[in-house]
């Protein structure tokens, strides 16, 4: 059965640094794309961080430049490094995951055929 289970959040300061995971099993990263995305309450959902089975990446701009996505193929897990957390940042993070055996997956929403429960993000003083 295909799970995916984010961890890593928590309460930070600005400025400060979080790791989250995103492990996986039931499938293979050399399959899949994996996107991390966000949201809100009372807002719409929306995508952070995309990389496909060839591991090519894509960011939203507004964490250009502070966030990082990465993956361990052996443990079957992807990341997201994210650097100098702004207040702006604070949401749920989820992760998904988009079947696509030719790398050539746009990370959106409506394309990502499993999700994870998500982990909370708050920056705060």
């Known amino acids: 059965q295909l799970r995916l289970v984010e961890s890593g959040g928590g309460l930070v300061q600005p400025g400060e640094s979080l790791r989250l995971s995103c492990a996986t099993s039931?499938?293979?990263?050399?399959?899949?794309?994996i996107g991390w995305f966000r949201q809100v309450p009372g807002k719409e959902r929306e995508g952070v961080s995309c990389i496909t089975n060839r591991d090519k990446v894509t960011y939203q701009d507004s964490v250009k430049g502070r966030f990082t996505i990465s993956k361990d193929n052996t443990k079957n897990t992807v990341y997201l490094q994210m650097n100098s957390l702004k207040p702006e940042d604070t949401a749920v993070y989820y992760c998904a995951a988009d079947a696509d055996p030719f790398g050539r997956s746009q990370c959106t929403i409506s394309g990502m055929n499993h999700w994870g429960k998500g982990t909370p993000v708050t920056v705060s003083s």
């Open positions: 039931g499938l293979s990263l050399n399959l899949y794309a």
